[in-house]
């Protein structure tokens, strides 16, 4: 369980009531305080505790109202309050300060503008928001580990997202949460909106509408689409693995891969392990081993068992991780045993991804595998989206690419992954941080060159975007 900050005023009566009392009951909660400010002395003291906690208001405010003479005056979460009124604003460009401003941004000005696009449409790419605005769209089905929790409820983790896009890459993003879970509304929806945008970033849609959903907006739209819980997931895994296969001294084409929950994030990383040229991936979700010899429903996992497996492994994950360099999970908690790690070939790799717990904790294979990774932030190894999707789209707008190629991902990853130097490589350093400023750079500029190589970049001055690092800035105005 991820811990969270708590602000509490309370009033103690000092004389019924010791403060060292009022502490020792928060910590028998779970609580720890961080911090103590006296608001008002005197026999009726009201104090703010900042209490960091696992444990939750609930319980730590029973706590404190099991000490005599203390009566709790208000208690708040830090996380709620940062998001009071939520955490985007629209801010213009431009100040509106004469008469003569006013008629150039809106009317009569702005009509020549109109005119300029409608006489040649690819001109809104240099005079609208579109150039560096990306639209992040979620029906709230899949969000996070939380599940299918509605439009209204996404809306802070896309927000969440949009400001990660600002922050780390320049690009303006905005959430866009629907009502509905219907794919054809979705499909038709997002299609009427692209005009504004220069990409679509689609978030927590659930498995397996998600791969329909954005296979018919890539074939309907010029701009790219990318479901990064697929994708983004994929890519900076495949970065992770790279390096921690280097680590061990293990080749990629050499190795045989476990992928362990074939949702949408499993069927992109089985289908980025093709690109990256491993050998052998057997996949693995809750029915066991995807077997060629059986018919599925779920059209993914048709094509996965069609394309995994090369030596025809029978039975669960037992079976498949027999003498396997590296088990992938994107599953649930729970779901790996230690004996079966001990059961893999020498050194061998685990990234157990599941979120907010991991397949197993890491603390239950130290000493048997070489390396290991997670997607938590109190591990080593966060295996974190973050490092993918601002690079990405910022080369992708850069560039004006009309789709994200598979090439353009393999590139990504390996852009990441050339982050981390042989130097600083080791079994709990395989990936950067999310706050290397280096990351942003090299992937903008691998995706770039990949979607030259793939030819769907249709700026058509590839040489500028290279010589001035500071292009994918000027091109977003910033």
């Not at 896009?165 to 054809?184: M, N, R, Y």
């Not at 998600?210 to 907006?217: A, G, Q, T, Y």
């Not at 790219?224 to 890519?235: E, I, K, R, Y």
């Not at 790996?336 to 790690?341: F, G, I, P, R, W």
């Amino acid at each position: 369980m991820n811990g969270s900050n708590l602000i509490v005023r309370l009033e103690m009566d000092t004389d019924r009531a010791a403060f060292g009392a009022i502490a020792t009951a928060i910590g028998a909660a779970g609580g720890d305080i961080v911090a103590i400010d006296v608001i008002r002395p005197g026999q009726k003291s009201i104090r703010d505790l900042t209490i960091r906690s696992d444990a939750g208001q609930e319980a730590i405010a029973a706590a404190i109202r099991s000490v005599e003479g203390v009566r709790i005056v208000n208690i708040s979460d830090q996380t709620l309050l940062i998001h009071l009124g939520g955490k985007l604003e629209v801010t213009p460009r431009i100040k509106i300060r004469t008469r003569d401003d006013l008629s150039r941004v809106y009317t009569p000005g702005v009509a020549k503008v109109c005119m300029a696009i409608h006489e040649d449409p690819a001109s809104a790419f240099s005079l609208t928001i579109k150039r560096n605005t990306v639209a992040v769209v979620s029906d709230g089905s899949a969000v996070l580990g939380l599940g299918n929790i509605g439009p209204a409820a996404a809306m802070p983790v896309m927000e969440g997202k949009a400001m990660l896009f600002k922050e780390l890459a320049g690009v303006d993003a905005f959430p866009i949460c629907l009502d509905t879970q219907d794919s054809d509304a979705i499909v038709e929806i997002v299609r009427s909106l692209a005009p504004g945008f220069g990409g679509i970033n689609l978030e927590d849609i659930s498995s397996p509408r998600c791969f329909e959903i954005e296979r018919r907006l890539q074939e309907l739209l010029d701009i790219p689409v990318f479901h990064d819980d697929q994708h983004g997931t994929a890519v900076v895994l495949i970065a992770a693995l790279m390096n921690a296969a280097k680590c061990v001294g293990k080749r990629m084409d050499a190795l045989r891969v476990v992928v362990c929950g074939i949702g949408a994030a499993g069927m992109s990383i089985v289908r980025m392990l093709h690109s990256a040229g491993v050998p052998s991936v057997v996949a693995v979700d809750r029915e066991g081993i995807l077997d060629r010899d059986r018919a599925y429903d779920n059209p993914a996992w048709q094509w996965c068992a069609q394309n995994t497996n090369p030596e025809g492994r029978k039975g669960g994950l037992t079976e498949a991780l027999v003498g396997a360099d590296v088990f992938i999970g994107v599953s649930g908690p729970g779901v790996l045993q230690a004996e079966q790690v001990r059961s893999m070939a020498a050194d061998p790799i685990v990234f157990a991804m599941a979120n907010p717990e991991p397949e197993i904790r890491p603390d239950l294979i130290q000493g048997i595998a070489a390396v290991i990774g997670t997607g938590r932030s109190d591990y080593p190894n966060q295996i974190n989206n973050v490092l993918c999707f601002p690079g990405i789209f910022r080369g992708a707008l850069d560039c004006r690419a009309s789709r994200i190629t598979e090439g353009m991902k393999l590139a990504a990853a390996k852009a990441i992954a050339a982050v981390v130097t042989d130097e600083q490589l080791s079994s709990e350093y395989i990936v950067p941080s999310v706050f290397n400023a280096a990351v942003v750079e090299n992937v903008r500029k691998a995706v770039i060159d990949a979607a030259y190589a793939d030819k769907v970049a249709r700026r058509q001055d590839k040489r500028s975007l290279h010589d001035d690092e500071k292009a994918g800035q000027a091109e977003a105005g910033m």
